[in-house]
């Protein structure tokens, strides 16, 4: 039976992974760590430790000691945050990474997940339906972190094999647990502000148009990238994924059809210009060919959904 490590559990995408991991592997061989209190059903519900990923002995003690076969590495600062401290935002994202990189290597686990993001993309990038092999000249240190990073990959499966999957993600939207310094953050953002204020200030333009996915098509996708056959995996680097694409003035029109009165304004701050670097939409033919990825969730159904359950959780 596989034994699977997630690091950065306590995060948007690593507090819903683990427990669909749980699921399909059985709570007690998923091991969640983070350096920070995971949420109480990831803690309750498998074995949760802290644990520091920069720490490359505690790493490796760690998966020897309960036999690690599989391990997902989702720590990373993201793009706003990163542009605050960009040296150690490089240091975080990048040595983690590597540690894991070669400790697959050296210890030969099975799988290593790690999610790289349409941040890789630039300005001189084509900005609509971005295709999986184009022009990455990133511009934010975000950005620049995870296309080294997915040279790394692709230079550790090359050269020793290591099976590495990873998924472009797009700004991820969930109601469980708030990503925090990203430059997609107003799409989860104005959900808590439209129920509790009937207002929100967004800090991109109106029209920033942007690719996002609904947290449930992301967390299917990483589970059924990570199960396909090593063979159907044609990119060792990281696979683009379309989802959705809205800008802020369509999602707030969305949001008005369940809140009447809801009102957005706009001052745009930095990351405005983050976002223009940035792909408005995703061509992702080469995951849907490679290993079939679906998605469910459109604009009105994922708004639904994101209103109802922030509205149950607000009223806890
Ligand atoms: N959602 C991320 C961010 O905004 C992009 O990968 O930083």
Redesign the pocket.
Known sequence: MDKILIIGASGQIGSELTLALRKVYGNENVFATDIKQAPADVVESGPFQILDALNDKALIHFVIRNKITQVYHLAAV?????EKLPLQAWEINMKGLLNLLDLAKEVGLKKVFW?S???VFGRTTPRVNTPQLTVTEPNTV?GIS?LAGERWCEYYFNRYGVDVRSI?????ISHKTE?G?????YAVEIFYDAIKEKKYECFLKEDAALPMMFMDDAINCTIQLMEADASKISIRSSYNLGGISFDPKEIAAEIKKHIPEFEITYKPDF?QQ?AES?PKSIEDTVARKDWGCEYVYDLPKMTKLMLEEIKKKLSK
């Open positions: 993201l793009s706003g945050n990163a999610p993001s349409i941040a975000y995870k472009r993600y797009p700004g991820l990503a310094g990203g430059t997609t953050d990351r983050i940035w």
